[in-house]
């Protein structure tokens, strides 16, 4: 079974300032990571993508992830956060060893980063 | 750029009546979902459809829901005998073919059931 931790509820930064929002996941064998952005009364946002290769992705809007399979994690972040990143994040994951029709997506339970001017 | 497009944005309606959450999935896609948010919990799978039929389903998608793609292009959730407990945000999604391909979603559709 595979399984995402997003052990923040709630992460404040000011403006300007760097960004992390954790997740860590489970899967039995590789994992395809993901993470999302949910604005207010909005839909979920792709913003980027682990799949192979470079353990550094970078995302839409400056965003980047780091993929640690040590520390089986993938936190998100972003070198100067704006007013406008606030929203829900989720982290998810699917695993690889999933036949290609299956892409069963499991989330996190988001983490909302409130970016303070 | 291209989308995923749901309707109605907001339903309401009684206990015990049927209702239909409609998706148009990005055009070239081949595989789409359906996933729901209850308020304040995660966002849970419900069920994966490619080539006309369900490849995928959770313990959540009982008898009382049902997926269809009627025309080329709409891709519909049917919930039978809707339960207060069926209150919550559905969102479509689809993606291309390919193990790594990205899963784009909509913008969801909020059910709430009185």
Same mark, same amino acid.
């Given at each position: ?117 | ?14 206990? +015990? @009546?049927? *209702? ?7 055009? &070239? ?10 308020? +304040? @919990?995660? *966002? ?7 080539? &006309? ?13 049902? *997926? ?9 959730l049917k919930i039978r005998s809707t339960k207060l407990e069926d209150s919550a945000?559905y969102f479509c999604a689809s993606r291309d073919t390919g193990r790594g391909n ?13």
């Open positions: 079974a595979q399984s995402v931790a997003q052990p923040e509820d709630q992460v404040n930064v000011a403006e300007g300032n760097p960004l992390t929002v954790k997740c860590t996941y489970s899967v039995s064998g590789n994992p395809y990571l993901f993470w999302y952005v949910q604005y207010p009364n909005r839909g979920l946002q792709f913003l980027l993508k682990y799949i192979t290769g470079d353990n550094l992705v970078k995302g839409s809007y400056g965003f980047e992830a780091e993929f640690n399979k040590s520390q089986t994690s993938f936190h998100l972040k972003k070198p100067s956060a704006l007013v406008s990143d606030s929203a829900l994040y989720f982290c998810a994951v699917r695993d690889w060893a999933s036949g290609a029709g299956s892409y069963q997506l499991t989330f996190g339970k988001g983490t909302k980063l409130s970016v303070i001017p | 750029e291209p989308e995923v497009t749901q309707t109605p944005s907001h339903q309401v309606t009684q206990m +015990g @009546q049927e *209702v239909i959450l409609r998706c148009v999935p990005i055009s &070239n896609h081949l595989y789409f979902y359906w996933y729901r948010q209850i308020l +304040g @919990q995660k *966002v849970e799978f419900l069920v994966s459809f490619y080539n &006309n039929e369900i490849s995928e389903k959770s313990e959540i998608f009982d008898d009382q829901f049902s *997926v269809e793609r009627p025309d080329g292009s709409n891709f519909t945000m990205t899963i784009y979603f909509g913008e969801g559709s909020w059910l709430t059931v009185v």
